[in-house]
């Protein structure tokens, strides 16, 4: 079988090639004896169809890393740490506990570099798509400050309030968008199947039927003779809308339209503010310099009009400019309550503390507004389909009236 590897050299530097051996285990021999150290291999499969490629598969089974897995990880890690045990032996304990299949594989490949010497950081960093940087990062200031331990409560912190808030929105969004989603499904269903039988009764006395009944069927007429073309039609233009939304000037426009709408404009304002204030306090309590905090904390938000905001408050930062007055450039998403406890947190020296209270004021905010949403929604919902059931039953009514009104 042949591989392409990576190994080290006994000085540190970094050798990669591909080797012919029987298994991975006699590959790191053969590799040790030319004074090389394995540190990655993987088998080279060669495709049928195409001479003299070779493809490399990294397949990895079981479900993705969730949130939980990763508070399990920090939270653990912590607490085997604190009792006094060796990071490579808590790792090896991590990966006997976690029953995710695929955090499982990678904490072993995680134990394994930190058996060779690497930095827990180094050895995190080589799954970018589990951890992200502001983990990377935050892990790298704990294991060069000494405080690998402190560092990991606060990353179970974090992980836990974004969990919660994250959930908090999901939970209070799910009933709208069944409801919409079944009215609409009524609606299509009606038009498509139960309007023409219905319609076809008052054609054949070939009366004048009222204007709201005339509206239904041609409505009912036109969906059903160019259902096909609708579908496709529907189709390309959310391929088209998806596309547009990932490109950078798409997200742009649609996030600030998203910004703007009346109900949703504040609470996705509250949760980039939650996030944001969170995140940043909780890299400033380690090591991380504030410039690289400011853009580790842009990467994390979601909304691209926050995330631009807070790049530009980092890039400025270096020239001396104060945060608060660089937020107070940006005033419809950064509102005054921001901007005045981050300048006083900027004078005595408590920015971290100040942000800190200030992520658990707008997860608390977020909170309300997320358990009374349904409250608010719910008569607008109710609105709605009360005026599409009124007009269908209008329609079908009055020419039932007209017909007996002239016999």
Known sequence: MQFNYKARRSDGSLHSGQLEAPSEHELAALLHEQNLILTQAEPTVKNSF????????NITLGKPVSVVDKIFFTQNLQVMIKAGLALAQALKTLTNQTSNKQLKQILVTISNEVDKGSSLADSLAKFPKVWPDIFVNMIQAGEKSGRLEEVLGQLTIQLRKNHALISKVKNALTY??????????????????????????FQEVNATLPLP????????????NNGWWLLIGLTIGLITLIKL?????GRWLGHGLLLKLPIFKNILQKINLAKFCRTLSSLLKTDIPIVQAFQITASTLGNVRYRQAVNQTGQRLSKGTAIATIMAEHSKLFPGLVIQMTAVGEQTGTLDSV??????????????TMSNLSTIIEPILMLLLGLAVGGLAV????????????L
């Open 395 to 406: 329609s079908i009514i009055l020419p039932m009236y007209s017909l007996t009104q002239s």
């Open 50 to 57: 195409f001479k003299n490629n070779k493809i490399n598969f």
């Open 213 to 224: 009944t005339r509206i239904l069927i041609s409505l009912s007429d036109f969906v059903v």
């Open 245 to 249: 939304w990932r490109t950078e000037k």
């Open 176 to 201: 709208p968008i069944v409801v919409v989603v079944a009215m609409v499904g009524i609606g299509v269903g009606m038009i498509i199947f139960v309007i023409p039988k219905i319609m076809a009764v």
């Open 355 to 368: 942000l800190t209270e200030l992520a658990a004021f707008y997860e608390e905010d977020v909170d309300r």
